[in-house]
C-alpha cells in the first residue's frame, strides 16, 4: 500500500504564492509517476501537472504552476505563484503505480483559497 499526504494549502490573495507538497509512504518503491489533481466546488476534478518521464501541466496552469519531484524523498511538490481566484480548489496528489496496471493512489486533499 502506498499513502500520500498533501499538505501546504491555505488562504492567499491574488497574485500570492504558495508551495504544496506530497509525501508518499509505504511501498514507495512501487510509484511511478506522480502528479496534482484539483478539484474546484461545483466542477469535476482535472489535472493540473505530473512529473513522470517528462513534466505535463494544464494550460491554465502552465507558466504560473511548477512541479519537481524528490525521488529520495519521494515526494512531490508544487510551486503555484500568480496564483488567481480561479486556482481555488481541493488540490490532490496523485500517484500511479508502475507494478500493477491501473493502479494509482490518492491523497485526501489540502485546500487552496485564492482571494480576489
Known amino acids: 500500500q502506498v499513502q500520500l499526504v498533501e499538505s501546504g494549502g491555505g488562504l492567499v490573495q491574488t497574485g500570492g504564492s504558495l508551495r504544496l507538497s506530497c509525501s508518499a509512504s509505504g511501498n514507495i518503491f512501487s510509484i511511478g509517476a506522480m502528479g496534482w489533481y484539483r478539484q474546484a466546488p461545483g466542477k469535476q476534478r482535472e489535472l493540473v501537472a505530473t512529473?513522470?518521464?517528462?513534466?505535463n501541466y494544464a494550460d491554465s496552469v502552465k507558466g504560473r504552476f511548477t512541479i519537481s519531484k524528490d525521488n529520495a524523498k519521494m515526494t512531490v511538490y508544487l510551486q503555484m505563484n500568480s496564483l488567481k481566484p480561479e486556482d481555488t480548489a481541493i488540490y490532490y496528489c496523485?500517484?500511479?503505480?508502475?507494478?500493477?496496471?491501473?493502479?494509482?493512489?490518492w491523497g485526501k486533499g489540502t485546500l487552496v483559497t485564492v482571494s480576489s
Open positions: 496523485n500517484a500511479v503505480s508502475r507494478t500493477i496496471r491501473g493502479k494509482e493512489y
Open positions: 512529473s513522470g518521464g517528462s513534466t
